[in-house]
């Protein structure tokens, strides 16, 4: 009866940790005209061409503390909307910034992309929270020209917020050890119990 009882904690343990709850998504669209002083014909023709495009952000609405989740950014085009004659030839670099703490992301809190339109393209970070609590951050997308590097055009402001949930304050790895350790010492104590009455 003990072997059975913590070999079922154990199972239940496991099973209730790895459970992913649903996944928050959210759709924007590029502003229609980009804030900036420059008037230049690169940053209107990026405007335009990236007027039929729309940016999907994924990411759990919940984790563990200690477990590493994904933000993902996927760059979608909009077949109802009506395509620019620029975007074929543009040629850009998306300078994207993860800001939220305490966390590590890798491969880097700032990626840079560079776009070939209507080629597409997805970033994702890999992000492992350092403690339990309400993470609350954001993801700033800037716009920069393949050809001059030098000046980014900030375009979009995206949030993020996922709880984070602890046992005890412990990292769930450290459960997940304990649980597995409890499993097999369940099953070792079945198998010996059950060898013992049939000899």
């Known amino acids: 009866m003990v072997s059975g009882l913590c070999f079922l904690v154990a199972l239940i343990g496991l099973i209730a940790t790895s459970f992913h709850g649903p996944q928050a998504v959210g759709i924007y669209r590029f ?6 002083g420059d008037d230049s014909e690169w940053i ?6 990236l007027a039929p495009y729309q940016v999907e952000v994924r990411y759990p609405e919940q984790s563990w503390q200690g477990e590493t989740f994904l933000i ?3 760059f979608l085009y909009d077949e109802s909307a009506v395509a620019s ?10 300078n994207t910034a993860l800001e939220m703490d305490p966390v590590t992301a890798k491969p880097a809190k700032r990626i840079l992309l560079p776009m070939q339109l209507p080629h597409l393209g997805s970033i994702q970070w890999e992000v492992t929270p350092e403690d339990h609590s309400l993470l609350q951050g954001k993801i700033w997308i800037s716009l920069m020209s393949a050809q001059d590097a030098e000046t980014s055009i900030p375009v979009l402001v995206l949030p993020v917020e996922v709880e984070v949930r602890s046992i005890l304050g412990l990292e769930i790895r450290v459960w997940r050890y304990s649980w597995t350790v409890l499993g097999i010492v369940g099953l070792f104590l079945f198998v010996k119990n059950w060898t013992r009455t049939f000899h």
Not at 31 to 36: L, R
Not at 44 to 49: F, K, P, R, V
């Open 31 to 36: 502003p229609a005209n980009f804030v900036t």
């Open 44 to 49: 209107t023709a990026a405007s335009q061409a």
């Open 72 to 74: 993902q950014i996927n």
């Open 85 to 94: 004659a620029s975007e074929s030839s543009l040629a850009l670099i998306l």
